[in-house]
């Protein structure tokens, strides 16, 4: 097999079983290499797995079928390199070998691993909380991503296939799970062709279980990290020629539950599925993603366009300092943390055909996102009861403010990127090809912000920056291959909201880049 991307992929399947690797290994490398011919997205081109020369690993929708992974954070230890953890119970840190997002608190940072679903860029680590539904394959590419997927890659990329409408089948899917906790999750598909040249595809998915911990402070219990979820999508597909494919899918995420079980260091129950909280933790999310993907081939080349329309609404509540008034001595309680993003992107490509012998792409990447967020947090010391902690209106006067109000804060952020880039790759000599890519971003933040009901202040930022990629690859064999790459990964800086009042630090802050070699080790064949 090929090293590199080949031996991350199969250190996947045999943690899932996926291949025998065990006494008679020559039997089995007609399946191993079956294996490798998935065919993957990479780097906005098709190929398969063995063949691509990234750090690159692919998980199938069979393996997260049978490894019951529906959650982002369960892709710990499936992928190598990877961590998803949440923060708060909204965001989800993303890093990959150990880059990542640092600043999830402040809801206009874009992150350090950028997260795709059939295309479309999510900017907001909080879409993350819509895990997977109805997936064919996911993508993970590891390391500076600074061409095709330069936006917001300095650790890397998760790319998310769903399955697609089929043209000429009738065919549909039941399935039905039921666990422990009053585990529930019901999901059903149906494909739908209509004459020869188009097809529907519908899908739905609940899934509800009760908490796995327990706030014990709070009257009767407070169940947390309970599930109440549903996901809904349609799909149409039109191929009016072998030339011509459009697609056009909808996606609706709706979530309300209790917020994530959080355990203070300093809790002094020793049980880990009990926190002593006083305050309710609560979450809601609302998400929404509509996604056209057309694709021309001209004579010369293949001309793509993704465009897409997300809008994102989410509100929470937990208790900051994760104990009791008894204690902590005191309260610090988040009573209200919501945020809006609506984005717009397109993303226009044009790409050599499979027959050429150079492999080119070429495209210019477009996105305006506009955000908001409203934050309030009460805190107080030395009492010895909590009083009810209203959200005060906008137009709330300073002589109107309780004493016990810890932090306040309201932004809104507008940011616009666009991306031109061009990766080829060139054969050298037989078996020998060079691949060389450059991507100019540019980034505009325009915002408004204030903190501790001050008078709202404007701010704005732009930030440029090239990033691009070198590699060679070398085929030894039909099944080995070494190849050593460099690449410049960027994110983009941005603003903070709400300077003002008893905030002293900067309104803006600069962008991030990583550059990183990316040789991965030669084993033989067979090993």
């Excluded at 990234?54 to 959650?71: F, H, K, N, P, R």
């Excluded at 097809?199 to 009760?210: C, K, L, V, Y």
């Excluded at 809601?284 to 001209?298: D, F, G, I, M, P």
């Excluded at 994760?322 to 717009?344: I, Q, S």
Aim: net charge negative; aromatic share 10%.
């Amino acid at each position: 097999m090929k090293c590199g991307a080949a031996v991350a992929a199969l250190s996947v399947a045999l943690v899932h079983g996926g291949v025998a690797f065990a006494d008679d290994v020559a039997g089995d490398e007609d399946d191993i290499r079956n294996m490798n011919q998935i065919t993957v997205y990479g780097e906005k081109r098709e190929t398969t797995l063995q063949d691509a020369p990234i750090a690159l690993s692919a998980i199938t929708g069979d393996i997260l079928e049978q490894a019951g992974i529906t959650d982002p954070s369960q892709l710990n230890g499936y992928v190598p390199g990877l961590m998803i953890t949440k923060s708060g119970g909204s965001e989800r840190i993303v890093t990959i070998r150990g880059v990542g997002q640092q600043t999830p608190e402040n809801f206009a940072t874009i992150p350090g691993v950028s997260f795709h679903v059939d295309g479309a860029f999510l900017p907001n680590s909080i879409a993350l909380n819509m895990g997977f539904f109805d997936v064919d394959r996911i993508e993970v590419l590891r390391g500076p991503q600074g061409t095709v997927f330069g936006q917001s890659s300095t650790g890397g990329s998760i790319n998310v296939i769903t399955n697609q409408p089929t043209l000429g089948e009738s065919k549909g899917t039941f399935k039905a799970t039921l666990g422990d906790y009053n585990y529930v999750q019901g999901f059903a598909s149906y494909n739908v062709p209509i004459g020869e040249t188009a097809a529907i595809r519908g899908s739905i998915q609940q899934t509800s279980h009760d908490g796995y911990a327990t706030a014990t402070s709070i009257d009767g219990g407070y169940e947390l990290d309970d599930a109440d979820n549903e996901h809904y999508r349609l799909a149409a597909l039109w191929e009016p020629t072998d030339k011509l494919s459009t697609t056009l899918s909808y996606t609706l995420y709706n979530d309300k539950h209790n917020g994530g079980a959080l355990k203070n260091i300093e809790d002094p129950n020793p049980d880990i599925r009990e926190v002593t909280q006083d305050f309710p933790a609560k979450f809601k999310l609302r998400s929404e993603l509509a996604t056209l993907n057309v694709s021309y081939e001209l004579p010369f080349a293949t001309l793509k366009s993704v465009t897409s329309y997300q809008d994102m609404s989410h509100d929470q509540s937990f208790d900051a300092d994760r104990l009791d008034l008894a204690t902590y001595g005191g309260y610090d309680h988040v009573a209200t943390w919501a945020t809006e993003a609506e984005t717009f992107m397109e993303e226009l490509t044009i790409s050599s055909l499979p027959e050429s012998g150079i492999d080119w792409i070429a495209g210019v990447f477009y996105s305006n996102t506009d955000s908001a967020q409203y934050v309030v947090e009460y805190r107080e010391l030395g009492v010895t009861s909590i009083p009810g902690l209203p959200v005060l209106p906008r137009d709330t006067t300073p002589a109107e403010i309780p004493s016990n109000l810890a932090y306040e804060n309201i932004s809104t952020v507008n940011r616009e990127s666009v991306a031109p880039f061009f990766q080829a790759t060139i054969p050298l000599m037989e078996n020998l090809s060079a691949t060389v890519g450059a991507r100019y971003n540019d980034d505009k933040y325009d915002g408004e912000g204030a903190s501790y009901y001050s008078t709202p202040t404007a701010s704005s930022f732009a930030t440029q920056t090239w990033t691009g990629k070198v590699g060679l690859d070398y085929d030894i064999s039909e099944d080995s291959m070494v190849y050593a790459s460099w690449s410049r990964g960027y994110k983009p800086g941005g603003l903070n909201g709400g300077t003002s009042g008893a905030l002293v630090v900067s309104s803006s802050y600069v962008e991030e880049t990583t550059s990183a070699p990316d040789v991965p080790p030669f084993s033989p064949p067979g090993l």
